[in-house]
């Protein structure tokens, strides 16, 4: 059977641990001097090497030979039984499935029994944070007091979430990500013992999206290796395995916001379309290449801040010349929001592709002007008129819906009230430009109506959950821009929720009611 590429490259001991030099050395320094601590916290991000080190350091405790060399020498009985997993003595528990107090309660009457054989019982708890407060609570005492014979070793990828007493009682180790560069030497060492053709860009791309996992890099290599076959695995493989896009295309991308030329910029998203990349992944990689065009911008030499060839580099402060430290991050911001919208929309292209246009500021928003022609049926869309004028009324017969007629309103206003909203449909345009970012996107689709309260129509339900996360900012945001005594309460609704409502026909009489309850008018039909 396929054994899994992480699965077989696990290391089996300390100097095959990747990227963990200051832990693995302390470690070892404790085997030889026989100072080793009741606890352990081994904290990181995923596949950096916690429960590897974990595995590697039970064994090593319950050695023959580690108090010479630090290291756990894999060939000794013990060794050899918990390679095998057949030592009773180390104890994996996944506390994702085994977080309630029940399952610490057993542990706490295991601990008191020493070990059948060798020195210690090692308990390895994966994912320690997912425990409950009362297992937690369980588990204190036993920390604080353990049988001589007990090593507990907790490992999280989440350490906020671990109460201060249990902090307090472990020796943490904060696993780094694996460099790199490192990361790469370390997959073409692998991949040349696997007998596996694969260009360095590959590698060097592959352990650029793992960010510092060496699981995930292995994991994409498994699935590169099950897809290729024979063949010599190429950068384009492995970017068409992850349906990204190359370098250069989002170098290209990045050209057409800066330069404002949207129609370029769309050319490259129907390309990736066309090759089947994945939307999600292509905006990630853009806010990736944003943060890079910065922070290239800000430094003077080729460091190990940006891991990239020098060629690379250039582009990247070429392109940093003819944009501003304040544009990048507004782009970031921005699109780091239109990632978060992509997880909730079926419409990924067409979400792109409308804030693509934002971003590159191809088209302008038009103003709103006041009404020269009203439709009766539409009335609670359009904007009022701001002076005294005569407009033009389509009467329509409410029993058959037929048109009868124009009649002429004479609209003379009086004083204008900021109470009751009237200002919100009239300027919807200007208070989402007022918004900007994602927001502004999303609330412009949107139809507004207005009377003694304001309902917001959103035309997907992305846009609806998105709105709906934001209505504090928007409520907030039109009792500044309105000068509104009060925050309004505004409902948000689906568009078919509002077309329904819009749908009720109104006559002339309606439509003059409808205006004098807005605004203070005189109004006289000719």
């Known amino acids: 059977m396929h054994t899994a590429l992480y699965r077989k490259m696990r290391p089996k001991n300390f100097e095959s641990v990747i990227g963990q030099i200051p832990i693995i050395t302390t470690l070892q320094n404790q085997l030889k001097n026989e100072t080793l601590s009741h606890a352990y916290l081994f904290c990181g991000t995923r596949g950096t090497g916690k429960t590897s080190t974990a595995k590697i350091f039970a064994r090593a405790v319950n050695c023959n030979h580690s108090s010479e060399t630090g290291e756990p020498c894999n060939q000794c009985e013990p060794c050899l039984d918990i390679l095998a997993e057949r030592n009773l003595n180390v104890v994996e528990i996944d ?9 610490i309660r057993d542990l706490r009457e295991e601990v008191k029994y020493p070990p059948s054989s060798g020195k210690y019982k090692v308990y390895i708890i994966d994912e320690v944070h997912m425990l409950t407060t009362a297992a937690f609570n369980a588990l204190l005492k036993t920390l604080e007091e353990p049988p001589e014979h007990i090593i507990f070793i907790l490992a999280t990828t989440d350490p906020q979430k671990i109460p201060a007493t249990i902090l307090s009682r472990c020796q943490r180790y904060d696993f780094k990500r694996v460099n790199r560069q490192t990361m790469c030497q370390t997959l073409a060492s692998y991949m040349q013992s696997e007998g596996v053709k694969v260009e360095l860009s590959a590698l060097e791309y592959i352990s650029s999206v793992s960010d510092g996992a060496m699981r995930d890099a292995l994991s994409i290599l498994d699935q590169c290796i099950s897809l290729y076959g024979n063949e010599i695995i190429s950068l384009q ?6 349906g990204a896009m190359d370098l250069n295309s989002i170098f290209l991308y990045t050209d057409a916001l800066i330069n404002k030329d949207a129609s370029k910029a769309l050319q490259i998203i129907a390309q990736a379309s066309k090759e089947g990349r994945d939307f999600s992944r292509f905006t990630a990689d853009i806010i990736t290449h944003l943060r890079n065009i910065l922070v290239a911008s800000q430094i003077n030499e080729h460091n190990e801040i940006l891991d990239y060839s020098a060629e690379t580099m250039a582009r990247f402060k070429e392109q940093g010349t003819r944009v501003t430290p304040e544009t990048l991050v507004s782009y970031i911001m921005d699109m780091s929001e239109l990632q978060n919208q992509l997880k909730y929309s079926s419409q990924e292209r067409l979400m792109l592709e409308i804030f693509t246009v934002k971003m590159s500021a ?3 928003m038009t103003e709103c002007k006041p009404v020269e022609t009203v439709d009766v049926n539409e009335v609670v869309r359009q904007p009022m008129p701001t002076e005294s004028s005569t407009v033009v009324v ?11 007629g124009n009649k002429a309103v004479v609209v003379e206003v009086a004083s204008v009230e900021p109470s009751n909203f009237t200002d919100i449909e009239d300027n919807w345009n200007d208070f989402c430009r007022s918004i900007g970012g994602l927001l502004n996107s999303m609330l412009s689709l949107c139809k507004v109506k207005s009377g003694d309260g304001i309902t917001i129509a959103c035309n997907n339900n992305g846009s609806l959950m998105y709105i709906k996360d934001h209505k504090d900012k928007i409520e907030k945001a039109m009792k500044e821009f309105f000068n509104l005594p009060e925050e309004p309460s505004i ?14 026909t109104a006559d002339a009489d309606e439509f003059k009611d409808s205006i004098q309850s807005k605004v203070n008018m005189q109004i006289t039909f000719e």
């Not at 493989?237 to 992850?242: E, I, K, T």
């Not at 389509?394 to 009868?404: E, I, K, R």
């Not at 409902?491 to 009720?504: C, H, L, M, R, T």
């Open 95 to 103: 506390a994702a499935s085994n977080n309630g107090v029940d399952n």
């Open 237 to 242: 493989n492995a970017q068409s395995l992850l």
């Open 491 to 504: 409902v948000i609704i689906s568009d078919e929720g509002y077309n329904e409502a819009s749908a009720k």
């Open 362 to 364: 191809a088209i302008k």
């Open 394 to 404: 389509d009467n329509v017969d409410t029993a058959t819906g037929n048109l009868l």
